[in-house]
């Protein structure tokens, strides 16, 4: 039995010398199994149902083993979290930061390949703030933003502001955008329908109702004819504000 103190003593899945594991050896382990196998699935388990609902024993029953088999490959859940998420960012397309190419182009790139993958599996934001995020594929984005956030010319104090104010701005929008279209899936409407819906029912809300008045006319102002048209137009101008902000402090420094 692991005792509290154990489990808090956890740090990575990568500092402890186990992300490469084939299995443990000795014989034994079951048949037609392996860990990136094993990975997959458990993608596919928290795209279609949650991380809320996610076990070893609902991952066995996929992969059709016993739980203990899966045990062969991974030590705990939380181990194969974490190479879940790092899998998942070697989905995203890195531009090469030594080519010449506008840096506002990359970093706008970036930024998108960001937002698709929080939007895409919804349970990476909670798992990115849980795990030390020091898996090889993130490592080589953050290695990437860093580069091409280096290119802006931007003093040195001032990187690390330039990399939060834009990828965190990601990190929330795409969060919640990905959280919208699991609500969405969840009442079984399509997200323009849910969206209407919500908006009705929050306008019938007494103290609610003058701020959604306020706000029609910005929302008619917005533009797009789809709720994913909206939301894509906001984050466009957005990230616009961003690239145009730290033009201006470099213009400033």
Do not use: C
């Not at 390949?113 to 895409?120: C, I, M, N, Q, S």
């Not at 933003?145 to 690390?160: C, D």
């Not at 990905?178 to 929050?202: I, K, P, W």
Request: hydrophobic content about 45%; aromatic content about 8%.
């Amino acid at each position: 039995m692991v005792k509290p103190a154990q489990r808090g003593a956890r740090t990575s899945v990568w500092v402890q010398g186990k992300a490469r594991r084939g299995g443990r050896g000795g014989g034994g382990q079951p048949s037609g199994l392996d860990r990136e196998r094993i990975i997959a699935v458990t993608v596919r388990l928290l795209d279609a149902e949650g991380l809320a609902r996610f076990s070893m024993r609902r991952l066995a029953a996929e992969l059709n083993v016993t739980a203990m088999s899966v045990y062969w490959y991974v030590d705990t859940k939380d181990d194969l979290l974490e190479l879940a998420l790092d899998a998942v960012m070697g989905d995203i397309r890195l531009p090469d930061p030594d080519a010449d190419e506008n840096w506002r182009d990359q970093l706008r790139m970036l930024a998108r390949e960001y937002r698709g993958v929080l939007v895409r599996h919804p349970w990476v934001s909670p798992l990115a703030g849980t795990y030390l995020n020091i898996g090889p594929n993130y490592l080589a984005y953050s290695r990437t933003v860093q580069r091409v956030i280096r290119r802006t010319g931007l003093p040195e104090h001032a990187l690390t502001g330039a990399i939060s104010a834009v990828f965190q701005f990601v990190y929330g929008y795409g969060t919640l955008e990905g959280l919208l279209q699991v609500r969405a899936a969840n009442s079984g409407t399509a997200l323009d329908e849910y969206f209407q819906h919500a908006m009705s029912a929050v306008a019938e809300v007494p103290q609610a109702a003058d701020v959604i008045q306020e706000s029609q006319e910005i929302m008619a102002a917005r533009g797009g004819d789809t709720v994913g048209e909206m939301l894509e137009r906001d984050f466009t101008f957005a990230l616009d504000l961003l690239v145009a902000g730290i033009e201006a402090m470099v213009a400033r420094s």
